[in-house]
């Protein structure tokens, strides 16, 4: 099915348009609707302003085409503007805006911002039919007017850097304002490493504490004040112990975070000058203060609020594309990995309670607390287990975070920890030693692997691995790793019956950036390397843009899996991206040329793709290079980038930093309660295949997945799952790139790919 009977199907009957209105939030977003509005051939308006834009009219309410939106992913902010409005509070103003749609035959509205700006939609919307009828009272419209646009329909979409609306898991803003968080972060601990100092943050959230818990447990903070928690009577005293403790144990660092609207038990503000006072005259601590204000706000989107703003651009023209006059008002919200609309109205009624009793929120608190927070080892339980941790395969950023979890978890629930050095290849050769508290303090925000890792699988060595566990006398292993630890523990798995050492607790932890690891829709590394590869992208198009008729060739990583690929090209606004999952041939690659060819006649003389580096065997980098190079002649030049290691190191992202927190600290609790299951009469002995298991997230769920029950979903060969959920991104990158090509609208709204032969599903696609 095509634009052309998306078009026939839903809007040749009211011929109107859809109006963008947008409120703090990202520019992707307003890209998505501008594009896939033009696609089902509607007409698309900016609303400059916000909602005073909408009152004023004239040059504030402007017709927008295709070219409008092109190089605004990257930028921070709205380029249309957003700004608070009185008047639009008061009827007369809406009257007026009512005047000024009507005008230009706008009866759809989506709109992007906060609970405020989503609530005064729906008002607007239940007055519509009213304002309509005293417009005509009075003249300015005609009773034709009235009949032919007697309704309005809203979409809305959330735009907040706080996180604090009810329904959705992530608001758009949110991931790049802990980015910006953890930037500012990573370059105060080195100075305060430097200087031995402390240091007091303030973030902002308003009534919300998300982005100081998250942060805090995205850099290892030594305490945190929200709002939703004040601290028990006495924190004071309980501060200033732990931060004596920390120096005592030579740590030279201390970060204390401050929400904004953080309060005590007696509803009394707890600022972040009142923390530095306390610090000073408790303690004689050199302490500094930083406020990070709007710096939360700005700089460049990251490549995860990209994809979710351009997803939620998408599904909010469908949403209205399928509005009726009976239909709620919606809002397009995130669930897992999938899109969904959900009432507004019941969503911003939800907002407060939401706030005290989100159960994502309570898990991260206690997540937190378990981590940063050491009993006394006369305190702690005595199990006499002793629980090894190893990565397995490439680095992938946020391992070190899952090691620090799982070491610290460990403790508290009473094991002794050890590490393993340099995979199973080090396990081999007895490079095991163990590990305490203290030993991965600041861990988080290393990346690669400080523990060492190899891509050695354990059949080999088998014999010696064994030997190292009996010596050891090791009862748990946790195998942090890619596609390499998950075949490693199939193989273990496979020899218990041959060695008795393996009749243990293991738990396999997806890490890598390919994002190639089946039983799990993300993998830690992945948010980082896709970071990575964005922003490599970013300083290429400008480049393109600077010089003018150039297309570059972008190699990424990923084996046969295209993840990064495919969403570095939704992330990047890319023209096209090759991957192994999805077969193409001579014909693709020239169409692809002229497409290019097309677009540089237009205002945007640049080009963007992306290759996977095993989409085709004969179809390689330097092939496409050298095809896109002679067809392009005369009209465009080309250049090619291989990304390389490059996309494996630097600092994890803060997604890849909690993931890997939670999801080890979760893995390193269902140790703890198999072991105590499968010990009897003073042995750990487990050969059930549900004690070798793979914890991966589903959806928005963690679940834990024998490792023998995951080989029918998987790919030996080439080393992915069968099914991919992202795969149904691929046409959102086409029809934003203007590609024509062909899509299927259920009755629920879903887009898909026709080729692809997707079931369909009740609510929108996935990311």
């Not at 998505?32 to 309410?61: H, L, S, T």
């Not at 904004?260 to 000073?280: F, M, R």
Request: charged letters at 20%; proline letters at 3%.
């Amino acid at each position: 099915i095509d634009a052309d009977h998306l078009y026939k199907k839903y809007w040749i009957t009211y011929n109107n348009g859809i109006l963008l209105f947008f409120s703090p939030g990202m520019n992707a977003a307003v890209r998505a609707v501008v594009r896939m509005g033009i696609y089902v051939k509607a007409k698309v308006y900016f609303v400059y302003e916000g909602y005073q834009g909408m009152v004023d009219g004239g040059d504030n309410i402007v017709e927008v085409s295709w070219e409008s939106v092109s190089s605004i992913l990257q930028v921070g902010g709205t380029v249309i503007g957003s700004a608070r409005c009185k008047s639009f509070r008061t009827r007369e103003g809406r009257l007026q805006a009512a005047y000024n749609l009507v005008q230009r035959g706008i009866t759809n509205l989506c709109v992007i911002g906060g609970d405020g700006s989503l609530t005064g939609a729906n008002l607007f919307r239940e007055e519509w039919s009213g304002l309509l009828e005293e417009l005509a009272q009075k003249g300015k419209i005609d009773e034709e007017a009235v009949k032919k646009y007697a309704y309005l329909n809203i979409v809305g979409m959330v735009g907040s850097i706080d996180n604090d609306f009810c329904g959705t898991d992530m608001t758009i803003g949110t991931d790049s304002a802990l980015h910006r968080i953890i930037e500012v972060v990573d370059a105060i601990m080195t100075t305060a490493q430097s200087h031995q100092r402390t240091f007091v943050l303030e973030v902002m959230g308003r009534h919300c504490g998300y982005l100081a818990l998250v942060s805090a447990l995205a850099c290892g903070a030594d305490w945190v004040f929200i709002p939703e928690y004040p601290p028990e009577e006495g924190w004071e005293d309980s501060m200033c112990v732990k931060l004596s403790e920390n120096r005592a144990r030579k740590k030279r660092l201390n970060i204390i975070i401050v929400a904004e609207g953080a309060i005590d038990c007696h509803n009394k503000p707890i600022t972040s000058e009142k923390v530095k006072d306390l610090v000073v005259q408790r303690l004689g601590f050199d302490t500094r203060v930083t406020i990070l204000g709007h710096v939360q706000r700005g700089g460049t989107p990251s490549a995860f609020d990209r994809i979710l703003a351009s997803r939620m651009g998408v599904e909010a023209v469908l949403a209205l594309l399928e509005a009726t006059p009976a239909t709620p008002a919606c809002v397009v919200s995130l669930s897992g990995n999938q899109a969904v609309r959900l009432p507004l109205m019941e969503c911003v009624q939800m907002v407060s309670f939401w706030q005290k009793a989100n159960l994502y929120f309570e898990n991260n608190l206690n997540t937190y607390k378990l981590l940063s927070h050491k009993k006394p080892d006369a305190e702690l339980p005595k199990t006499n287990f002793n629980v090894a941790v190893l990565n397995v395969g490439a680095p992938a950023a946020g391992m070190n975070a899952a090691v620090r979890a799982a070491v610290r978890v460990g403790i508290t629930e009473g094991h002794k920890m050890f590490a393993v050095i340099d995979g199973f290849e080090g396990f081999a050769r007895g490079k095991i030693k163990e590990i305490s508290w203290g030993d991965v303090g600041g861990w988080t925000g290393q990346g690669g692997s400080i523990l060492g890792t190899k891509r050695t699988l354990p059949a080999k060595y088998l014999e010696k691995i064994a030997d190292q566990m009996r010596t050891n006398n090791i009862n748990a292993l946790m195998v942090i790793g890619g596609f390499e630890a998950y075949e490693s523990c199939l193989q273990l798995h496979e020899a218990r019956s041959r060695f008795e050492e393996f009749c243990v607790p293991i738990c396999v932890l997806p890490a890598t950036i390919s994002n190639n690891v089946p039983g799990t829709d993300f993998s830690i590394g992945a948010d980082t390397a896709l970071n990575a590869i964005v922003e490599t992208c970013d300083r290429i198009k400008q480049s393109a843009s600077g010089t003018k008729r150039r297309v570059f060739i972008i190699e990424t990583m990923g084996g046969y899996c295209g993840y990064l690929a495919n969403m570095g090209a939704l992330a990047a606004g890319a023209d096209a991206a090759y991957i192994f999952e999805e077969q193409f041939d001579i014909r693709e690659l020239q169409a692809n040329v002229e497409h290019l060819t097309e677009k540089m006649k237009t205002s945007i003389q640049r080009g963007l793709v992306l290759r996977n580096e095993n989409c085709n065997e004969n179809y390689t980098t330097d092939f496409i290079y050298q095809l896109y190079s002679e067809e392009g002649k005369g009209v465009f030049d080309c250049r090619k980038n291989v990304l390389g290691h490059m996309q494996q190191g630097g600092a994890p992202s803060p997604f890849d930093r909690n993931f890997g927190t939670k999801i080890s600290a979760k893995a390193m609790q269902w140790i703890s309660k198999k072991l105590k299951e499968t010990y009897r009469k003073g042995k750990v002995f487990a050969n059930t295949d549900d004690s070798v298991c793979l914890l991966g997230m589903r959806r928005r769920n963690l679940v834990f997945q024998p490792v023998a029950e995951l080989k029918t979903e998987t790919d030996f060969v080439h080393r992915i799952p069968k099914e991919q959920w992202w795969l149904k991104l691929r046409p959102l990158m086409k029809i934003l790139a203007k590609y024509k090509t062909s899509y299927d609208v259920s009755d629920s709204g879903q887009l898909e790919h026709v080729a692809m032969h997707s079931p369909k599903e009740a609510e929108t696609g996935a990311i």
